[in-house]
């Protein structure tokens, strides 16, 4: 078996009849049938082969198989983007009258899935705290069908034990999910620890470089024949081309990962301790609250470090303002270090109450630590912190 490096370089759709080096991007919305008795075939699904690319594409099934061995899952989808891949892998899987238990620190969007939109559909849910699992047990209802949750948290870092949770969801009979954008598969692999189902955002880490929305739902043969059913009809497919990017990005995920993980530990190293800092969060530094449980599950930390300014809202905005080299914008895993100020933008439609209660507050930002030379990246921000005092 060869490892993650080597697949996910040699993996690669069936060269054509032009012999190529480097897989072609299949631009086409359908294929040809040699005959009406295949076309009959193919849509009985008697034999395997593209239809439509809305169904599959030699593109998309190039990543899905690419991303399957970095995981260790049994069969995968490719959607449009990482909150088609949450919603997809929710709504195929549960129906009305069915509950959800989350762990409540969750990315914005998927609060608002599990809060506003699939109570609509008579599905509800229940958030529980990393720091009361042995009330857990507690929280189930009869109803229960789904454990959903993220780890590491965006954007609080916090760290669930995976082993914990595949052996919490086998002993009531759950559906584990688990939202692997911020570790990625070269850092964690959920399935592991029993995670029927894995979640990404690849606008993230997996492209890595800004360029082109796309999310992944993989997991159990069984499960995802249901996600597929699901994804086929409601239409939540990739571009040939944003697979085709993806799928060309697996191949340098794990060099990228080991300079995001080598930057970022220095950077939260080096600001740990800061007296115009609170408080400074990164999986692995040793003052995490769960370091030993991240270092046993993940191979490093992650390119993600939360810190807290003195001076709450006005602190953080006028720190963001004078940055010069990091970019102010939404997004995370990019090539280039990424400051956001998660209270007024991407949770900003959570109550003060609930930011409070995952430990978002007005003073924190986010900083995704890009491949920059780690000491660039240590100017700007400490030059930052000068200028907002």
């Known amino acids: 078996m060869s490892r993650f490096e080597t697949d996910a370089i040699r993996i690669n759709a069936s060269k054509s009849i032009q012999r190529e080096h480097s897989s072609p991007i299949y631009l086409t919305s359908s294929f040809t049938f040699d005959s009406a008795e295949e076309a009959r075939q193919m849509f009985a699904e008697e034999i395997e082969g593209n239809i ?3 169904y599959s594409n030699p593109n998309s099934s190039d990543l899905i198989q690419k991303v399957c061995a970095a995981e260790g899952t049994e069969s995968g989808i490719a959607t449009s983007s990482g909150m088609a891949a949450m919603f ?51 929280l189930i209802q009869p109803n ?45 692999q959920p399935a592991k620890w029993g995670a029927h189902i894995v979640t990404h955002s690849a606008t993230k880490y997996i492209d890595g470089q800004g360029r082109v929305l796309g999310g992944l739902i993989l997991g159990k ?14 239409g939540p497919s990739i571009s040939p081309f944003n697979a085709w990017i993806l799928s060309k990005s697996m191949e340098t995920l794990a060099v990228r990962m080991d300079r995001h993980c080598e930057n970022a530990l220095k950077v939260a190293s080096y600001f740990e301790g800061n007296t115009e800092i609170d408080f400074v969060k990164y999986p692995f530094l040793p003052s995490h609250p769960q ?36 970019s102010i914008t939404p997004n995370l895993g990019d090539s280039r270090s990424i400051i956001t100020h998660p209270a007024s933008t991407t949770h900003s439609k959570l109550s003060v109450e609930e930011r409070a209660k995952v430990g978002i507050s007005d003073g924190l930002v986010r900083l995704s630590v890009g491949l920059e030379h780690y000491e660039d990246i240590i100017q700007d921000v400490e030059r930052a912190l000068e200028k907002s005092k």
Not at 221 to 234: A, C, D, N
Not at 298 to 322: E, N, V, Y
């Open 291 to 326: 370091y030993e449980l991240a270092k046993k599950q993940m191979k490093q930390g992650g390119g993600i470090i939360t810190m807290t300014l003195k001076g709450g809202l006005a602190r953080s905005q006028k720190f963001i303002d004078s940055l010069e080299m990091v």
């Open 144 to 188: 229960t069908k789904m454990l959903f949750i993220e780890t590491p948290s965006n954007p609080g870092l916090e760290i669930i034990d995976l082993e914990w949770a595949g052996k919490f969801a086998a002993a009531h009979n759950l559906i584990l999910v688990v939202d692997n954008c911020f570790a990625t598969p070269y850092l964690q």
């Open 52 to 54: 439509y690319s809305r």
């Open 88 to 138: 997809g892998s929710i709504a195929s899987l549960l129906q009305q009258g069915d509950h959800i238990l989350a762990s409540r620190s969750l990315f914005g969007s998927t609060h608002q899935l599990l809060t506003r939109i699939f109570p609509k559909w008579g599905i509800t849910s229940t958030y529980g705290d990393i720091s009361d699992f042995q009330h857990w047990d507690k």
């Open 221 to 234: 043969k069984e499960l995802i024949k249901e996600v597929e059913f699901f994804t086929r009809q409601t």
